[in-house]
């Protein structure tokens, strides 16, 4: 079956990094494309970055220059480099496969310390 798992959530101060993977298995991964999620306490999930099959990639504005979205084939495993963090990152991340399979992963948290 289907299933995506994410590693690498923390508790970082501010200025710091940590780097998210995604492993997925059952599904076809390099014909897929890929996200991160993330959703604060009271607050709406949101798209963090996304990368397509061919590894074009897109991010929300308040990620640009600090996050980097990437993936190996290889591994089936997609990453999200996070630099720079800031507290209003503070959230559970999720991971997300597209079309066909349209599945989330069960998140990893994030806490952002002042």
């Known amino acids: 079956q289907v299933q995506l798992v994410e590693s690498g959530g923390g508790l970082v101060q501010a200025g710091g990094s940590l780097r998210l993977s995604c492993v997925c298995s059952?599904?076809?991964?390099?014909?897929?494309?890929m996200g991160w999620y993330r959703q604060a306490p009271g607050k709406e999930r949101e798209l963090v970055a996304r990368?397509?099959?061919?590894?074009?990639?897109n991010y929300a504005d308040s990620v640009k220059g600090r996050f980097a979205i990437s993936r190996d084939n290889a591994k089936n495993t997609m990453y999200l480099q996070m630099n720079s963090l800031k507290p209003e990152d503070t959230a559970v991340y999720y991971c997300?496969?597209?079309?066909?399979?349209?599945?989330w992963g069960q998140g990893t948290q994030v806490t952002v310390s002042s």
């Open positions: 997300n496969v597209g079309s066909p399979y349209n599945r």
């Open positions: 059952g599904i076809a991964f390099r014909l897929s494309a």
């Open positions: 990368i397509t099959s061919a590894g074009n990639t």
